[in-house]
T-cell receptor, first 115, second 110 residues
Framework: EAEVAQSPRYKITEKSQAVAFWCDPI?????LYWYRQILGQGPELLVQ????????DSQLPKDRFSAERLKGVDSTLKIQPAELGDSAMYLC?????????????FGPGTRLTVT | AQSVAQPEDQVNVAEGNPLTVKCTYS??????LFWYVQYPNRGLQFLLK??????LVKGSYGFEAEFNKSQTSFHLKKPSALVSDSALYFC????????FGAGTTVTVRA
């Protein structure tokens, strides 16, 4: 069964450092999502891509966060500089279409700890 | 604005007993509703969805959910819970984006 791949699984970094996460969606999935999940809460959408284009980044803190999906396949989420409040699980998901009827498939996530 | 509420932080049941996880929603227009499950240090796994049609939706691992438009609810159910069902369950509604509830931790004791 095809899965969404993410790396690294765990990352510990000091505040003010840069950190990057990688995601490889299920082959053929045109829509890719990055979520942040704070402990004890549900995931919140950070950014949504349709192929290589950003279609929603309204909740992305653009002063420190950036995301790209240059060839419309895998994607990178970057934080620079990291802050203590960024400690969370970062989840990547993909779906065949961006519309509401299609379920999203999630990767295992990257757990970030900022010290 | 769209939102979901999961009124119970935790649900505890004995193995073999029925399991219900509650969810209510608020959305303009027709709701697209989903249930996901999350095991420790893992991503979310899709269980089932309601788009239209039959109010009783069947999903993975023996789970089902009942859509009730008048009560704006979408409760997740399993007739006979297993210890392996112990996990964190999220209800979600999709309008222009997928919005998740805060989650309900289910513990099934042997």
């Amino acid at each position: 069964e095809a899965e969404v791949a993410q790396s690294p699984r765990y990352k510990i970094t000091e505040k003010s450092q840069a950190v990057a996460f990688w995601c490889d969606p299920i082959s053929g999935h045109a829509t890719l999502y990055w979520y942040r999940q704070i402990l004890g809460q549900g995931p919140e959408l950070l950014v949504q891509f349709q192929d290589e284009s950003v279609v929603d980044d309204s909740q992305l803190p653009k002063d420190r966060f950036s995301a790209e999906r240059l060839k419309g396949v895998d994607s990178t989420l970057k934080i620079q500089p990291a802050e203590l409040g960024d400690s969370a699980m970062y989840l990547c998901a993909s779906s065949t279409r961006p519309t509401g009827v299609h379920e999203q498939y999630f990767g295992p996530g990257t757990r970030l700890t900022v010290t | 604005a769209q939102s979901v509420a999961q009124p119970e932080d935790q649900v505890n049941v004995a193995e073999g007993n029925p399991l219900t996880v509650k969810c209510t929603y608020s959305v303009s227009g027709n709701p697209y509703l989903f249930w996901y499950v999350q095991y420790p240090n893992r991503g979310l796994q899709f269980l089932l969805k309601y788009i239209t049609g039959d109010n009783l939706v069947k999903g993975s691992y023996g789970f089902e959910a009942e859509f009730n438009k008048s009560q704006t609810s979408f409760h997740l159910k399993k007739p006979s819970a297993l210890v392996s069902d112990s996990a964190l369950y999220f209800c979600a509604v999709r309008d222009y984006k997928l919005s998740f509830g805060a989650g309900t931790t289910v513990t099934v004791r042997a």
